[in-house]
């Protein structure tokens, strides 16, 4: 046996197995789990409207880009990288936008008719007065004068509308005592096309003209 003052300072106070000697294994520590790499910071990236938060610049609304018109002989080469604006160019240019420059277009017939935007064909116009409210009309009756659509006004007080339909080429009606008169029952142009008719048809136009007037006195 050993005494106790033949171990060695470091080997004091352990348990040792008898009748050998402790193998280099069992000196040796259990090795401890191994520590995951540290993964990658991810890039931050801005989203498609900005950076969120304060101060980012974030936007709640991306402009539609500008659009111009051109002829098919000017921009034929570039189809198809054509894009389209905020609002459909159906109908009568009426100016540029104020932020994206682009053009315009709009009138109750052809967003009617054709955009299919609105469920009749029927605008409501309401400003200040000397906005451009008569301007505004005065442009849409002379785009539309250029579709083939005549435009008649049958109550000009102002008169807003006399020198449009004059250059045009239009009849302008004055009403008023010394002025001119309207007669509503007129027939007009209907009895002169009935003489150069004959048979079922002239008595057709004549009892068509006739119910009109009917209608008129009772409404």
């Not at 098919?72 to 905020?86: D, E, K, R």
Request: charged share 20%; with cysteine; proline share 9%.
């Amino acid at each position: 046996m050993s005494r106790a003052g033949d171990i060695p300072p470091e080997y004091r106070g352990r348990k040792h197995r008898a009748g050998r000697p402790r193998s280099a294994s069992e000196h040796s520590e259990a090795p401890a789990h191994e520590a995951k790499p540290a993964a990658a910071p991810r890039e931050r990236r801005p989203g498609p409207r900005g950076w969120p938060g304060v101060g980012g610049g974030k936007v709640s609304l991306i402009e539609a880009p500008p659009e111009w018109r051109a002829t098919t002989v000017q921009v034929c080469g570039l189809w198809p990288w054509v894009v389209g604006s905020g609002t459909p160019m159906v109908g009568v240019p009426l100016g540029r936008h104020i932020f994206s420059r682009g053009t315009v277009c709009s009138d109750p017939i052809h967003w009617f008719s054709r955009a299919r935007l609105i469920a009749n064909p029927s605008v409501l116009v309401l400003g200040k007065p000397g906005l451009g409210k008569s301007t505004l009309v005065c442009r849409m009756c002379l785009g539309l004068e250029a579709f083939g659509y005549s435009t008649v006004v049958l109550g000009d007080l102002k008169p807003d509308y006399a020198e449009l339909v004059a250059a045009m080429g239009g009849h302008v009606v004055s009403l008023g005592r010394g002025q001119g008169t309207l007669n509503p029952l007129d027939p007009g142009a209907a009895v002169a096309a009935a003489r150069r008719l004959a048979g079922a048809a002239r008595r057709e136009l004549l009892a068509d003209a006739h119910g009109r007037r009917l209608n008129l006195l009772a409404a």
